[in-house]
C-alpha cells in the first residue's frame, strides 16, 4: 500500500513538472497566459521595461530651448551629458519605460542598443531584416514588438550613462557600450557613455570572509586613491613620467593597485576614504566603477568608508553608499540612521573551515570631513559621542559570542581621519612622518575607547605622506595598548610631494595560529618588491611593541 502511494506522489509530481514545462515554453514563445498569471513566470520582468530611448540636446543662451520632455512619458537620466561644462550646451538621456503588464500591442521593447555613425545591420550579414532606429549623437536602438520581447533576456530594463575614456562597467548584467555618444564636446569634457541593463536585475554576490585553511587572512589597505571621471591629472608624481609617455593619474594608480593585488592576493580590501577626488569627480559613479570593477574581477571582498573629498563633487555619501551596496563583492553598508555620519559598521571575519565563529571582527566608522564649528575647534571633525556609545555597544554585544572561538579573537579599526593621538611626538613609530598631523583639534575620545574595547589596531588615511604606524601606550604603566598606522597615500590624483614621497600601500597579514599580526609597505617605484618597515604589531593577540624596542 506504501508503495503504491509513493509510486502515485512521484507519478503526480513529475507530471505537474512535465506540465509546468510545456506551460512554461507556450508562454515565453507565445504569451498565452493572462498578465495576471504572467507575472508570476520566471522570465517575467518585476520592474520595467525599456519601451524608448532618445537624447535632447538644449542651449543654455537660447530662452527658448529646452532639454524637457513630457515626463508623464518620459523619465531623464539626470546626467548632463556635458557634466556642467561646457559653456553653451547641455544634453540628456531620456527613457520611455512601462511594466511588463501594461503594455499595449502598439508598444515596442527595446532589445538593443548601440553608438556609431552608420546603421548598425549595413553590410552585417544576418541583420538585414533588423530594423534599426536612429536617435541624437549617433544612439541606434533596436525595438521589438514581438509579444515575448519583454520576456527577453535582452529586453533593456534599466539605462545609464558613465564618463570618460577610461570609463569601466561594474555591475552585473549591465552592457556598456565602448564607443561614447556622438556629441559637439570639447577634448577637456570627458566622453559620455551609454550602459544598459538588459533582463532581470541580477543579485550581486555577497562573499562571506573566513580565514585561510592555513590560518593566515590578508588584508590590504587602499589609502586615497583620489580618483576621477575622467583618467585625472597626476599631482608630484615620482618619476613624472609613466612607460615612456605622461602621467596620466587614474590609469597609474589602477595600474599600481592591480599589480599588488596580482601579487599579494589579499582576502579582504579597506578602502579607507577619498576613493574620489570630488574637484575632478563631476561623476563620482564613473570614479566609483574604475576602483570596484578591479575587486570584483578578481572576486575580493572590499569593504569602504568615507574621506573629506568623496561628496564633494556631483554624488552625496547617502548615494554614494546605496551605489557601492549594490555592486558584487562590496560588504560596505550605511550603517545605523541614528547615529551620525554614512557607513558606521563592522564586518566579522569567521574561523577556517566551516566553523560559524568570528576570528576577526573588523570595525569601519565615518570620521566625516569638515570641522562643524570653524570658530573653536578649526580644521577636521571628529567621530561623535553617539558613534563611540555604537561602537561600544556593539563591542560589547559580540564579547560573549567572540569567546565561542577556540583561539584569540582580534578585534581592528579602520577610520579615515587621523585621531588627534596621531599627534604625540614622545610615541615610537615605524616608517616616516613627512607632514603635519591634520587630526581634528577637538578629542572625542575614540582612541580611549578603542583601548577600552580591545581594538589592537587603528588605521586611517588622510594624510598622504605620513606612513608611519605608531604605538600608543598607557600614560602611567607605558603598557602598549594601541597601534594607530597610516595607510599612506596610494593615488596619484591626490597630492604627494614632501621630498619625493613614492605611492604606496598598506598590507596587514594576519595569522590567527598564533594570533599575531605583520604589517608592511609596498611601493608603486623603487624598490617594488620589497616589504617595507615590516613590523610585527600583534603577538599572541597583543600589542607588541618594535622589536628594538623590546
Partial sequence: MTRRIVRTITQLAAAAFFAFLIIF???????????????????????????????????????????KLDSEVWHRVEKNLYLDKSWVSKAYIHVKRKKE???????????????????PSTGVKGRADEKWESRPAGLWVLRSSKPTASDSKKAVTAVDVLFGDDAVEARDGWQFQNTPLLLNAGSDIPTAHITVRQGSQVEPIKPQPRVNDNGKFKI????????????????????????????????????????????????????????????????????????????????????????????????????????????????????????????????????QGTSKHSALTVYLLDSHSYSPDERQWSGYDWIKKNQIDWFRQTAEGLKKKHKEYTHIHMDLAFIHIP???????????????????????????????????????????????????????????????????????????????????????????????????????????????????????VDGGSVVPPREYR
Fill in 25 to 67: 515554453f507556450l508562454d515565453r514563445n507565445f504569451r498565452l497566459l493572462p498578465n495576471a498569471v504572467h507575472e508570476y513566470m520566471p522570465q517575467h520582468h518585476h520592474g520595467q521595461v525599456v519601451t524608448d530611448i532618445t537624447i535632447t540636446e538644449c542651449n543654455k543662451v537660447n530662452l527658448f530651448s529646452s532639454c
Fill in 101 to 119: 503588464e501594461e503594455l499595449t500591442a502598439d508598444d515596442k521593447v527595446v532589445v538593443g542598443v548601440t553608438v556609431g555613425r552608420l546603421d
Fill in 220 to 351: 590590504m589597505q587602499l589609502a586615497d586613491l583620489h580618483l576621477s571621471t575622467g583618467v585625472g591629472h597626476c599631482r608630484d608624481p615620482v618619476p613624472d613620467g609613466y612607460e615612456g609617455g605622461p602621467c596620466l593619474a587614474d590609469l597609474r594608480t589602477l595600474d599600481f593597485v592591480s599589480r599588488l593585488l596580482d601579487e599579494e592576493k589579499p582576502d579582504l580590501v579597506v578602502l579607507s576614504g577619498d576613493q574620489v577626488n570630488g574637484d575632478t569627480a563631476p561623476d563620482a559613479q564613473s570614479a566609483i566603477f574604475k576602483y570596484a570593477q578591479l575587486l570584483i574581477k578578481r572576486k575580493i571582498p572590499y569593504v569602504s568608508i568615507f574621506g573629506n573629498h568623496d561628496d564633494e563633487g556631483s554624488l552625496p555619501r547617502p548615494g554614494q553608499m546605496a551605489l557601492v551596496e549594490q555592486l558584487s563583492y562590496s560588504l560596505s553598508v550605511a550603517g545605523p540612521d541614528d547615529i551620525d555620519g554614512v557607513g558606521n559598521y563592522y564586518i566579522e571575519v569567521l574561523a
Fill in 419 to 537: 585621531l588627534p593621538e596621531y599627534r604625540d611626538p614622545d610615541s615610537k613609530i615605524i616608517g616616516e612622518w613627512r607632514e603635519g598631523v591634520t587630526a581634528p583639534k577637538f578629542n572625542s575620545g575614540f582612541r580611549d575607547a578603542l583601548v577600552e574595547q580591545g581594538v589592537v589596531m587603528v588605521s586611517c588615511g588622510h594624510d598622504h605622506a605620513n606612513e608611519y604606524c605608531m604605538l600608543s601606550t598607557n600614560q602611567e604603566s607605558k603598557k602598549p595598548e594601541l597601534w594607530m598606522c597610516y595607510g599612506g597615500g596610494a593615488g596619484f590624483g591626490g597630492y604627494g610631494g614632501y621630498g619625493g614621497y613614492v605611492r604606496r600601500v598598506r598590507v596587514f597579514d594576519i595569522d590567527m595560529n598564533e594570533a599575531r599580526i605583520t604589517t608592511y609597505k609596498r611601493l608603486e617605484h623603487g624598490d617594488t618588491a620589497d616589504r617595507i618597515d615590516q613590523q610585527i604589531i
